[in-house]
């Protein structure tokens, strides 16, 4: 990224960041509500329009980006496979034809992520974390060099939470880069290579240890830390005698 600003109408969403997302690092993006975790993902996907800098991306393996949310009605007619399937769409033609390398990837993604008995349920008619784990192995039915995950862990189960930590380890592992948006600061401490801290504008991009420290996450959170993270600074303080 260089120079990366958007504005929805006359509200600043980003502001000039510029930095280089290296191949087999998994990323936190962290920030708080308003902060630009969701815009900056969006840009990377190419979903939201950049007036100002430049996004650019090595190689040829495409994005998946995960939304925060999936809404659909009940009566969406689109199953849960079908859900899966659109994974595959980016390298298929106008037709959509599935081959059997396809399928095969598709099946594999949904019995990964423990989805083969509601494969052909109606993708409104499951439960919110089956609806995660849908999006999940759509993204690895996808196969991916970039993954962008917006708030992966919001409202799921512990073991679909489990799953996702998993899969964000192996690809960064296959040497694919992972960027999550997430609020979560003792695990962005400790289980990512990198964090990315975002208030608009970049704070600060490197290792946790460099970043997850009191004085920039008080300059990201502009005095929300205490809230948001205290155990991670009870431990960091506790020869302060801070409670």
Not at 73 to 84: G, K, Q, Y
């Amino acid at each position: 990224m260089r120079g990366l600003t958007v504005t929805y109408g006359s509200t600043l969403a980003l502001e000039d960041i510029s930095l280089d997302a290296p191949a087999g690092a998994s990323i936190a993006v962290l920030g708080p509500n308003g902060a630009g975790k969701s815009t900056l993902l969006q840009s990377i996907a190419g979903l939201v329009e950049v007036p100002r800098g430049a996004v650019t991306r090595d190689g040829n393996r495409g994005v998946a980006y995960l939304p925060q949310s999936l809404a659909v009605e009940p009566s969406f007619p689109a199953t849960v496979a079908d859900i899966v399937e659109m994974g595959r769409w980016g390298d298929l033609g106008p037709l959509r034809r599935l081959g059997p390398e396809d399928r095969e990837r598709v099946r594999q993604a949904i019995e990964e992520m423990g989805l083969a008995g509601v494969a052909e349920r109606r993708i409104g008619e499951v439960s919110g974390g089956e609806r995660r784990r849908a999006l999940l192995a759509q993204v690895i039915a996808q196969d991916a060099a970039l993954i962008l995950l917006d708030e992966p862990f919001t409202d799921i189960d512990r073991p679909t939470a489990d799953s996702a930590r998993a899969l964000i380890r192996r690809w960064a592992a296959e040497g694919r880069t992972v960027m999550v948006a997430t609020h979560d600061l003792e695990r962005a401490a400790t289980e990512y290579d990198l964090v990315l801290a975002l208030n608009r504008r970049l704070v600060a991009f490197g290792p946790p240890s460099e970043v997850c420290t009191e004085e920039c996450l008080r300059e990201t959170f502009s005095g929300h830390v205490v809230r948001l993270g205290e155990s991670l600074f009870d431990t960091a303080h506790h020869h302060h005698g801070a409670s």
